[in-house]
Every structure is written in C-alpha cells, then in structure tokens.
C-alpha cells in the first residue's frame, strides 16, 4: 500500500461515466438473472427450505462417513419405503461440541415420512438416533420469514434516513446513500439468482442475515465520503463542486481501501476454508462488501454531487470554476507521473516556505532598522534639544558671573579710592606732625 500513498490525484470525477456504465450492465444482467430464474425455478431466487418450506435434517457426530455414503444411504431409503422425496440441497457443517455433520434439505414437509427414512439411514450407516434432528417447517412460516426480512429491511431505510437527515441536516444526503444501497443489495440478489440457476444455491436465513448486515458496510464508505464533501464544500470555495468532491474522495481513498480490505481478509478466509453453512454467510458478505466498495466511489459520490450541483450557488461555482482534467485514469505511468509530481510539489512547498520566511524575515528586518532610525533620531533630536538647553543655561550663567564680577569691580575700586584717600589723609596729618615737631625743635 505504501507505494499507493502518493497518488492523491485520481480522476474520479472523470471515471464516473464508466462507473455509470457498469452499474447499468450489472443491474441489467441481475434482473435478467431474477427473470431467467423465475420461468426456470418457478421462482427469482432459488430458496431454501426456511422459506418455501421443507424439511431440514442435521445429523451430527459423522467422522469416518462421506457425503457420498450418506446422499446413497437416503436413497435407498427413499426407494425401500416408496416414497417420492429428493435431497434439494445437502452441506456439511462442524461444531466444536458435535464434530463434523451433514445438513440434508428436501422439499417435502411430512414429518412422518421423514422421521421413516432417517431411520432407515441410521440403521444403514450406524449413527445414533440422539445425533439425528428433524425439523419439518411448513411454507406459511417461511412466507412470514420472508415478510419479516421484507419489513426489518424497510424500517431500517427508513431509520436510516431519519438518522442522516437528522445528523447532517442534508436529506438529500439520506436518499442517495438509500439508492447505493438498494443499488448493492440489487446486484447481490442477481449475483444469487445466476448462482442459484447454474450452482444450485439457495437463499437461506444466513444469506438474509448477511444481506442485512451488508446494508451498514456499505453505508460506512458512503457517510464517510458525503461527510468530508460536506466538510470541504462552502458557496466561497474558489473550485467547482465536482473538483471538491473529487479532492474530497482523494482524501479519503486509501482510508476506505484499508478499512475494507481488512474487513474482507477474514471474510475471505471464512469463504475458502470454512463449512458450507459458513459458505452462504460469507459468500454474501463478500460480494456485499466488495460492490459497497465500488459503490462509495462510482455511484453514491457521483450521485451526490451532481444534485447538490443543482442548487443555485454551487452552480454557480460550475460555471465559475469549470472543472478541468487533471488526470488521465490511474496506470503504471500514471503511478510514475504521480511519485514525480508529489516530488516536485515537495520541493516547490520547501522552496516557497523559505522564500516566504525570508521574505518574512526580510520585511522584519526592515522594520526593525526603520524602527532603529526613527529611535535614533528621536534620540538625536532629543539630544540637541537638551544641548541648546544646556547652552542658554550656561549663557545665562556666563551672564550673570560677568555681571557679579563688574560689581565684585566696582567694590573693589570704591574701596581702594576710600584707602587711598584715608592714605592720603594719614600722610598729611604726619607731615603735619612732623612740620610741628620740627617747627618746635628750632
């Protein structure tokens, strides 16, 4: 699976023609199947005795003793006792409690005549009476079976439906997936009516069951696949709503196919190497699974999609977005394109988140030196103003010292004039003195 990874494109979208087409010579050769069935059988199904009524006989604990010895052995029984009684159908069965067995179906529904020739068959090939269970089930409980599988099958489409519409709130939705299924079981049944007519198989209680249980299998892919087609869709996408729905099934594609192939592993398992009575359970279920599977991605997705379409604001997209070809349908070269595409597209995806971080980067650093300028030049702006401050402040100071100073002057040469002038007094008065003492002295 590991080399499917990387092819994520398949065209769906253009293979839905085909798978239009295929489903129709599926359908056709079913019907023609129940048809052929009927005016051969007498019925469009070849039924087993729970339904068109019947004898069911289970012998158990049988080692040792072949198909061949026991189809023989009630025979002869019929022959001896004169009756007018055929084996429909005889399958081997195998119980852990029991052993190995045999399961022999005849159409005849007479308790006693059946009760008379298992006796004879007991005594022919020793088996105990204790390992020999009759049931003898008339053709009025089979039509109420049927009935019943008929109305189970009814309220569960109908539940089905309420449940969808309810959860997704799209009925449209409910409807398509109710036409995959009825598509699905339609082909099982013709599967049934070819293999009845040329195998002889019959349609028993497990072949109903498996039917029924068929109907979840194939609703899982298909709800998975409308849920992320919802998911993905919107009136403002920019694709047309077949590209979405083709990107959405993409998405989705290898999930379904792990999923389904593991569900199909032991099924196919029980088909090979299981009892007949496991046979017809797991025939059906096979089948079931593996067209629910075709079905997702060539029926219910196409169906879908081209009714939402119809609404006027996916339309609108339609014509908006034309839907384009990406794709031719899926081949060894196509494998080989896809594995170089996703390559490249690897290397185009790096390359442009580098180019988108460096062009982030870059922008981050033309906002950080933008924002580094403009912080320096607020700060030189501020600077300056603070310098100017600082200047007419020590200009007014320069001022006001030089005026201090003229004063500090002016104080200065008043006091020396006062000195000189006491100078010249003192001088005076001592020559005076000095005039006086020597006007004395003569």
């Known amino acids: 699976m590991a080399s499917l990874r990387p092819h994520r494109n398949i065209n769906f979208v253009g293979l839905w023609k085909?798978?239009?087409?295929?489903?129709?010579?599926?359908?056709?050769?079913?019907?023609?199947?129940?048809v052929v069935s009927l005016f051969t059988t007498g019925s469009p199904l070849t039924l087993g005795t729970e339904f068109s009524g019947g004898t069911s006989i289970q012998i158990t604990n049988t080692d040792g003793i072949t198909e061949d010895e026991v189809k023989d052995a009630f025979n002869d029984a019929v022959a001896a006792l004169g009756l007018d009684v055929e084996i429909s159908s005889l399958q081997t069965s195998s119980s852990a409690t029991s052993g190995d067995g045999f399961i022999i179906k005849t159409a005849n529904n007479v308790a006693s005549d059946s009760s008379a020739i298992m006796a004879n068959v007991e005594s022919t090939l020793d088996i105990s009476e204790d390992d020999v269970q009759i049931n003898t089930i008339s053709a009025s409980w089979g039509a109420s079976v049927i009935w019943r599988s008929f109305l189970a099958f009814i309220l569960s489409c109908l539940a089905i439906l309420i449940v969808i519409a309810a959860r997704y709130r799209e009925p449209r939705m409910g409807a398509v997936a109710l036409i995959t299924l009825f598509h699905d079981l339609l082909i099982v049944v013709g599967i049934y009516a070819w293999a009845g007519i040329f195998f002889g198989m019959e349609v028993t209680s497990d072949v109903i069951a498996a039917l029924l249980a068929i109907i979840g299998y194939s609703l899982y892919d298909?709800?998975?696949?409308?849920?992320?087609?919802?998911?993905?869709?919107?009136?403002?996408m920019r694709m047309s709503m077949k590209a979405c729905a083709n990107m959405s099934v993409n998405q989705i594609f290898m999930r379904s196919l792990n999923t389904s192939i593991t569900s199909i592993l032991p099924i196919l398992l029980?088909?090979?190497?299981?009892?007949?009575?496991?046979?017809?359970?797991?025939?059906?279920?096979?089948?079931?699974?593996?067209?629910?599977?075709?079905?997702?991605?060539?029926?219910?997705?196409?169906?879908?999609?081209?009714?939402?379409?119809?609404?006027?604001?996916y339309k609108a997209l339609e014509e908006k977005f034309p839907y384009e070809v990406v794709q031719s349908p899926f081949t060894k070269e196509m494998l080989k394109e896809a594995r170089k595409a996703s390559k490249q597209a690897a290397k185009d995806e790096k390359a442009a988140a580098a180019a988108a971080a460096a062009e982030l980067k870059a922008e981050k650093a033309a906002e950080a030196k933008k924002a580094a300028e403009q912080k320096a030049a607020e700060e030189a702006e501020k600077k300056a103003e603070e310098a100017v401050e600082a200047a007419e402040e020590t200009t007014e100071e320069t001022v006001e010292a030089a005026e201090e100073a003229v004063e500090a002057a002016e104080e200065t040469a008043e006091d020396a004039s006062e000195a000189a002038e006491e100078a010249v007094g003192d001088a005076s008065e001592a020559a005076e003195e000095i005039a006086e003492e020597a006007a004395d002295s003569e």
């Open 270 to 313: 029980m088909l090979v190497l299981g009892t007949d009575t496991l046979r017809d359970f797991a025939f059906a279920m096979f089948c079931g699974m593996v067209i629910g599977i075709y079905s997702t991605f060539a029926i219910s997705t196409p169906i879908y999609t081209m009714w939402k379409i119809r609404d006027p604001k």
């Open 18 to 34: 085909y798978g239009f087409g295929l489903s129709a010579l599926l359908i056709i050769l079913a019907v023609v199947g129940l």
């Open 222 to 236: 298909t709800i998975v696949s409308f849920h992320r087609i919802n998911e993905n869709s919107s009136p403002q």
